[in-house]
């Protein structure tokens, strides 16, 4: 094994402090404030695909979610969680061609009787186009689009919780 010289080994260094120093940090990861380190998720249905990506998201950024209310250090109320779908196009013969899906979320976070966010309304829009001939296959992709919405709406989510 060969041993690198001493001024690179300085320069290796150097260059990681300096990517520390700057507040580099790896995407993906949001640091969350002490607030809502143990938060509960309040939700009418907590099985939605948005649910389950910000359930995620909170876990693997270090949160530990409270099973219930009392306990929590805040609460994550989701207020809306709506999936809306319309025609933007139409065929000759009257049929769609092409979807446009958006993803809708309303959420707020309260602390100690205290309001850290006011209700918010966050969303996301996809547009696909539809062939009858492929019923099947088109039907998975808008749920892989809604699955990806519903990411991106949890991120977004993050982001502002990480600011608190």
Do not use: W
């Amino acid at each position: 094994m060969r041993i690198l010289p001493r001024h690179l080994r300085l320069a290796g260094f150097a260059a990681a402090v300096l990517l520390c120093a700057c507040g580099f940090q790896l995407q993906g990861r949001t640091p969350l404030p002490a607030t809502v380190k143990s938060p509960y998720l309040e939700a009418p249905d907590r099985q939605t695909d948005f649910i389950q990506s910000l359930r995620h998201a909170l876990l693997s950024n270090g949160a530990h979610l409270a099973q219930e209310k009392g306990t929590a250090s805040a609460v994550v109320s989701i207020l809306r969680d709506s999936v809306t779908r319309r025609v933007l196009s139409v065929s000759a013969t009257n049929q769609p061609n092409q979807y446009e899906v958006t993803y809708t979320v309303a959420f707020s976070v309260t602390a100690a009787g205290k309001e850290l966010l006011p209700p918010q309304e966050v969303s996301a829009t996809r547009t696909y186009s539809f062939d009858e001939r492929r019923l099947l296959a088109k039907g998975h992709e808008e749920d892989i689009l809604r699955q990806d919405m519903a990411r991106d709406l949890a991120e977004l989510v993050m982001r502002r919780l990480s600011r608190l």
